[in-house]
């Protein structure tokens, strides 16, 4: 176990080392008026533009998400600038499966920018390290969190402390083809429907032509963010992977696998990979779905005849939040910096760039304002699971944690170990993990 965990640590200090050799690469700068400056001799310009500039406050910021969804993020904060004339925010847009890696180089290189957008598992992480920002004070001051979700907001502690602001919130639930339980005479399942009622459709609806369900079942935080849901409706957790409910769960899991309920290719599929090829074109008739999947299908398969449940009751009703907060980064321009999370994280703010990009705002009130959230067909009821929806962790080593679950979950589908064995050896690394 200790061989393993120490092999990781090493792949990941290759990983740093090799990044930090090339962090310059592999990122985009988005230009726009936000990052446009002004050379103060230029014929012509309005007066007093020199002096203003010179009194203007420099702030950076960093987003992950994907340039359509931050077409609005740069308006909005071209709108900032014009309302706050003394400060600058410059941007750089960083890939998603980037972005914590650049940020974890830019502590050691003492290179951060003051603002930041990163995954809500994240925060915490960097919380810990002594990277983000306390920003307790600010966000007390502001009084505005009592207004969102109590797992997002949850995403943004630590120790007692916030050092985020949750920006964008998803969850999971389960996606169904109307198509093929109509073919095959089935009701469509119901907010009620149980773990029994679950198995059965699986099996039930696994034919020649199609697949009961379909999971991410990679080795990556995906992979965890699909299995972990129904660890936790088992009663079990991270903490107690070793206990007969993470056992039941995985079990179940196993065998949907291995009876040819799931495709096997599952192991090696992202959710955007799973819904493309198989959900989307008919080839699976449940998918373990995060809401923003509901906008790859109205892009690339607007016909598909599809509705959308809350998992199964078992015995605890759970699914995990994804999206993303902002974090500060950096101590130097600190008001600077809370004024722009501030104005990204109002309650009009939220609910025009969550509705835009395809997420729900982690905003309570800004969701009851919403008609998209509140009647849509499909993210009502992605809006009813966030309500009971809960953050993975939160723990500071959070990473090296879901690691030890992808190496449990893909060592039983592949055989290599038994659902006792495989869980036994993750609770031994967790623990470890949790009490170095």
Not at 250 to 258: E, S
Request: glycine share 8%; charged share 20%; with cysteine.
């Amino acid at each position: 176990m200790k061989k393993r965990l120490f092999t990781r640590g090493i792949a990941l200090g290759l990983a740093a080392v090799m990044l930090a050799g090339c962090s310059g690469a592999g990122t985009g700068s988005s230009t726009g008026t936000s990052q446009e400056t002004q050379d103060p001799g230029t014929p012509g310009q309005a007066p007093g533009t020199a002096a203003q500039a010179q009194d203007q406050t420099t702030i950076e910021m960093w987003y992950h998400i994907s340039p359509d969804q931050a077409t609005l993020l740069l308006q909005m904060i071209d709108e900032f600038q014009e309302l706050h004339p003394d400060i600058k925010v410059e941007t750089q847009s960083v890939a998603f499966a980037e972005i914590k890696k650049q940020l974890s180089i830019g502590v050691a290189a003492d290179q951060l920018p003051d603002v930041t957008l990163c995954d809500t598992v994240d925060n915490v992480s960097f919380a810990a390290m002594g990277a983000a920002m306390d920003i307790t004070s600010e966000v007390e001051a502001w009084g505005e969190l009592e207004n969102y979700f109590e797992a997002p907001a949850n995403s943004a502690q630590y120790g007692g402390k916030y050092y985020g602001v949750p920006y964008y919130s998803n969850c999971l639930a389960i996606m169904y083809n109307k198509d093929i339980f109509d073919e095959m005479g089935l009701e469509y399942p119901t907010s009620d429907w149980t773990w029994d009622d679950f198995k059965n459709l699986t099996a039930q609806t696994t034919t020649a032509d199609h697949y009961g369900l379909t999971m991410s079942l990679i080795k990556s935080e995906e992979g965890t963010f699909d299995v972990l849901p129904f660890i936790w409706q088992a009663g079990a957790d991270y903490d107690s992977l070793d206990s007969d409910g993470a056992k039941e769960a995985l079990t179940m899991i196993h065998d949907f696998y291995q009876n040819g309920y799931m495709s096997k290719e599952l192991i090696s599929m992202t959710q955007a990979d799973m819904c493309a090829s198989l959900f989307a074109t008919g080839k699976s008739a449940m998918m373990v779905a995060g809401s923003w999947l509901n906008t790859n299908i109205q892009n690339e398969n607007p016909d598909l005849n599809y509705g959308v449940v809350t998992f199964p009751n078992y015995k605890n009703a759970a699914s995990p939040i994804g999206g993303g907060n902002i974090m500060m980064m950096k101590d130097d321009n600190r008001e600077a910096s809370w004024e722009l999370m501030k104005f990204l994280s109002s309650k009009e703010n939220s609910r025009k760039f969550c509705e835009d990009a395809g997420y729900i705002s982690p905003r309570e009130d800004a969701v009851a304002e919403s008609t998209l959230w509140l009647d849509d067909p499909i993210l009502s009821v992605y809006t009813e699971q966030l309500k009971i929806a809960k953050a993975r962790g939160p723990h500071p080593k959070w990473p090296e944690i879901s690691s030890a679950i992808q190496f449990a979950y893909q060592d039983v589908l592949s055989g290599a170990k038994s659902v006792d064995d495989a869980l036994k050896q993750a609770a031994a690394e967790v623990a470890e993990i949790i009490n170095e």
